[in-house]
């Protein structure tokens, strides 16, 4: 028996250099938490309300001393508005709401006195 076996071969086939691929990179992740940013207590001048009574809420509300109390106070009188307190939006929000949650000055509330107007903004 003749062996004759024939092999077909196929046309060359030209190989392409494989690409090159970018080395697998992590995700960044800041391990830090970014901070938010602060918001300020902004006191508003009452003309009704007493002098006296409103450097006392001030006190009251921030813990701060007579005198810082009492230029915070003379800022919203003199310029219509005085920043009382910077911090975090919630604390800020909370602070607001305790300053307007003292309601009005008693001794005034005949002549139509209103609680303190405060407003939470962002600092710039």
Sequence with gaps: MSDSTTVETAAPVELKPAAKQAPRQRPKTDPKPKQQPPYSVVLHNDSING???VVGVVRKTFRYSMGKAFLITLRAHC????????GS???????AQQLIGQGPDPLKAAKGGRPLKATVEPTA
């Design 51 to 53: 002098f006296g009574w």
């Design 89 to 95: 939006l919630e604390v800020a929000e909370f602070k």
């Design 79 to 86: 310029f219509g508005r005085s920043v009382a307190w910077v």
